[in-house]
């Protein structure tokens, strides 16, 4: 095969797929990896992919710098979050003392979980209701309201966050992409997310497979910062970086979950 048939090919394959390993495309193409290396720099250096690890992304990745209100969001991928909620629900040991992030597959998980000698904090105000109205002990983070994430913020919000340590949290991101990490479209939220992950022992980022891919205005942590739960995992690649659990339900209804680990 030659060169400019390679390139045409890797190229119809990331447009596909948003994000290829140079082992797929070296089976796929019946051609050395370093071949396929080769090719992906020369892409990389014409601007027409980006390089990383293990392989190459699309550049026509989606940016993402808007923000959703709360009751919008809550009716998009319903399912999905639901799926990832439950599971990552049944993750929290008694004792854990744990943080839930301000959002709506964050919400979700209130429904999920056990009666137990577990303590919560937020910085969502639903999220500290509904937690409430269940029994729960729990923390609320104050800080400056945001009316359309309905998370408390800013200076208040990140230098209370640093006095606690954390055995779990469970984040929100609104990207995720392989060079950019986890982000989100707010830099007062950044911070506060930041702050609560270096405070953790262990991190979840919670989101569904259109997460993927897509990179926000302000990244607060790296891939390998946190463990990802999410409905579907469409790019094998992501396992590479941090350790994945993909969530699905069989053709009875039932939750499988499948773990991707670097």
């Known amino acids: 095969m030659l060169q400019n048939e390679r390139q045409r ?55 993402t710098f808007g923000t959703t209100d709360v009751a919008a969001r809550t009716l998009i991928n319903v399912a999905e ?34 009666l137990r000698p577990v303590t919560y904090v937020t910085n969502g105000i639903t999220h ?3 937690l409430i109205q269940r029994g729960f002990s729990v923390h609320v983070i104050g800080g400056l309201l945001r009316p359309s994430t309905e998370a408390a913020v800013g200076t208040a919000a990140v230098d209370a ?10 984040m929100g991101a609104n990207g995720i992409d392989l060079k950019r990490g986890f982000s989100t479209p707010d830099i007062s939220e950044a911070a506060v997310k930041t702050t609560v992950m270096k405070q953790s022992a262990d991190a979840f980022v919670l989101a569904d497979h259109t997460k993927f891919g897509r990179i926000s205005s302000v990244t607060f942590a790296a891939l390998e910062d946190a463990r990802i739960i999410t409905d579907r995992m469409e790019h094998s690649i992501y396992g590479e970086y941090t350790t994945i659990y993909e969530t699905q339900q069989d053709k009875k209804g039932n939750y499988v979950y499948n773990i991707l680990s670097k």
């Open 9 to 63: 090919k890797i190229l119809q394959l990331l447009t596909a797929r948003g994000a290829v390993k140079v082992k797929e495309l070296a089976d796929e193409m019946g051609i050395s990896e370093s071949t396929i290396r080769r090719d992906i720099t020369e892409l990389d250096q014409a601007g027409k992919v980006k390089k990383v690890f293990g392989g190459a992304v699309s550049v026509g990745r989606d940016m």
């Open 161 to 170: 966050i640093g006095q606690y340590n954390f055995s779990k949290c469970f």
């Open 81 to 114: 979050k639901d799926s990832i909620a439950r599971y990552a629900a049944s993750l929290i040991e008694e004792n854990d003392f744990v943080f839930l992030d301000a959002g709506t597959t964050t919400e979700k998980m209130i429904d999920y979980l056990e």
């Open 128 to 130: 500290a209701k509904k």
